[in-house]
C-alpha cells in the first residue's frame, strides 16, 4: 500500500513529541546530584521523584486520555499535553523543596499521558501495516534521543549557569528545567496544525466517528479512579460477583503494599519527609502509589468488562498480548532502573561533571539508541514477512536475552573510557526489543482499540517498570552506602523471567492475531 502524502511530516512531529516527552521526564536523572546537594535527600526519595511520582498520574490520566485518543482529535489532544507538561517542567525551576518537586513530576505526568496512544494511534492512520515496523523504529529512535539529549542539555545548562551566574539564587538545575521547558510550545502549535486522518482506514476498518468522547473519557476516568470506581459500579448495575470481586482485589492489594513496606522499611530505613508540613515514610508513599495504581489497573479490566465487552474481549482473550504486555512491563523496570541512575554512578565513579557526563553519556545515548532501533525495526519486518506472528518475536528475545549478560561486564568497567566502549554495545543490544514488540502489540486489537490498549500497556510499565524500576536501584544503593553499580545490576534479575515469556509469546502470537476478528465479533463487536 502506498504511503499517503503528509505521512512522514506527521511522524516528524509525533516522533520529536516523543523525544521531548523523554527529555522533560528524564532530565532529573543528570541534575540528581546537585538536587540531592541542595534539598538535602537520599537516592530513594529521587527514585520516588524519577518514577513513583510520575508514575501515578502518568498511569491513571493515560487511561482517560488514551480513550479521548480514540475519539477525538489526536493532533489537538497532543497539542495541548504537551504544552502543559512543558509548563509543569518549567516549574520545577521554582521548587525549594521535595514536595514542589513532587508537583511539577505530578504536573509532567499528567501531561505526557496522551502522548503515546494519541501519537502512535495517529501514525498508524497515516502508514500501512507492513510499514510499520519502521514507524515504530523511528518513535522508539526518538526516545533515544530525548534520553540522550536530556544529559546533554540537563548538564550543560546547569554547569554553564552555576559557572556564568554563581551568585544567583536561581540555581543551575532549576535552569536547566526552564531550558527544557521551552522548545514544547513551539512543537505544540506544529501539532495543533497537523491534518487528522481517517481513523482505520490504512487497515481496511472504516471507524464510524465518535459523538462524544469526552463524556466517554470522563467515564473511563470515573470508572478506574479508587473511590469513584465504585459509583460507575452502582450506575451499570453491577451484580454482586462484581462487588464481591472488586473488594476482594482491593484487599489483597492492600496486603501485599503492607508486606512491601514492611519489608522495604527493615532492609532500607529512611528519614521521613516533609510534605506540606507532615511526616511522611518515603516507603508508605512509594508503596500506597504502586497500590494505588495496580486498583486502577484492575478497575479499568473491570470496566471495560461491563462498558465496551468486545474491547474487554480482544485484550483480554489473547494469551499473546497479555504476555507482550508483562514482557514489556518488566524490560521497562530494568531500563528505568538502568538510565535513572547510571548518570549519577559515572558523576561519583570516574569523578565527572555533569557537562562531561551529559555529553558523552548523552550522546552515546541518543546515537546508539537511534541506531538500535532503525536496526530492528526493519529488521524485524523482514524477518517477519519469513516467519510471520514469531519473527518480531525472536528478534525481541535476542535483545532482551543478551543485553543482561552484556550489563555485568559494563558496570565492571575500571575506567570511565572502558565504560563508555562498553556501554556502546549494550545500548545497540538493549534498545532493540521497542519496534518489533510494540509492532506485535498493536496488531492484537482493532483500530478502534488502539488507544485503550496502549493506556492499559503504559498503566502496567508505568506502575511496574518505572515506578518500582528506580525505586529498588535508589533503595538498594542506600543499604549498600551509596554504591551504584551494584545496585543498578541488581535490577536484572526479572531477565530470566522475561526470557521464559518470550519463548512462549513465540509459539502462541500468530495463532491470536488471527483469531482478533472472530474474537471481536463474538463478544458483539458490528465488524
Known sequence: MRVPAGAKYALALVALTNALSLLDRNILAILAPQIKDDLGIGNAEMGLLYGTVFALFYALFSLPL??????WFRNRLLAISLAFWSLAT??????????MLA????????????????????????????????VMAVLAAAIAVGLGGSSILGGYAADWWNQTQPGSSLRGWQFAFLVAAAPGFLLAILLWRL??????????????????????????????????????????????????????????IVAAMVAATWAAQRFSPRPPLEIGGLALDPHVLQWSVVGFGLFVIFNLLQGLSLADKPAFAVISRSPAL???????????MINYGVMGFTPSFLM???????????????????????????????????????????????VTLFSLGLSPLIALWVYAAEDAASFYGRFL???????????????????????????????????????????????????????????????????????????????????????????????????????
Do not use: C
Open 66 to 71: 488514551g480513550r479521548l485518543a480514540d475519539g
Open 90 to 99: 518549567g516549574f520545577a525551576a521554582f521548587a525549594s523543596g521535595f514536595a
Open 103 to 134: 508537583l511539577s513530576r505530578l504536573g509532567v505526568g499528567i501531561g505526557e499521558a496522551a502522548t503515546q496512544p494519541a501519537g502512535t494511534s495517529l501514525v498508524y492512520d497515516y502508514w500501512p501495516r507492513e510499514r510499520r515496523g519502521f
Open 195 to 252: 491534518r487528522e486522518p481517517a481513523r482505520g482506514v490504512m487497515d481496511g476498518i472504516p471507524t464510524a466517528h465518535d459523538r462524544a468522547p469526552f463524556r466517554a473519557s470522563a467515564a473511563v476516568l470515573g470508572s478506574v479512579t479508587p473511590g469513584l470506581n465504585w459509583i460507575s459500579l452502582y450506575g451499570r448495575k453491577a451484580s454482586a460477583r462484581q462487588w464481591l470481586l472488586n473488594i476482594a482485589v482491593l484487599l489483597l
Open 322 to 332: 497479555m504476555m507482550a504486555m508483562s514482557i514489556g512491563a518488566l524490560q521497562t
Open 348 to 394: 561519583k565513579e570516574f569523578a565527572l561533571s555533569p557537562t562531561e557526563v551529559g555529553l558523552k553519556f548523552g550522546l552515546l545515548s541518543a546515537g546508539i539508541g537511534i541506531v538500535g532501533p532503525m536496526i530492528t525495526g526493519p529488521l524485524s519486518d523482514r524477518i517477519n514477512r519469513r516467519f510471520p506472528g514469531s519473527g518480531r518475536i525472536w
Open 425 to 527: 554495545l549494550y545500548s545497540i543490544v538493549l534498545t532493540g526489543w521497542l519496534p518489533p514488540l510494540y509492532a506485535v502489540m498493536y496488531d492484537q486489537v482493532l483500530p478502534r482499540m488502539r488507544g485503550v490498549m496502549t493506556s492499559l500497556y503504559l498503566m502496567l510499565t508505568t506502575i511496574l517498570g518505572l515506578g518500582i524500576g528506580p525505586y529498588l536501584v535508589g533503595m538498594i544503593a542506600d543499604a549498600k552506602g551509596g554504591r551504584l553499580a551494584p545496585a543498578i545490576l541488581s535490577i536484572n534479575w526479572v531477565a530470566p523471567v522475561i526470557v521464559v515469556l518470550l519463548i512462549l509469546l513465540a509459539r502462541r502470537v500468530r495463532r491470536d492475531e488471527a483469531g482478533l476478528i472472530e474474537r471481536a465479533r463474538a463478544a458483539g463487536e458490528a465488524i
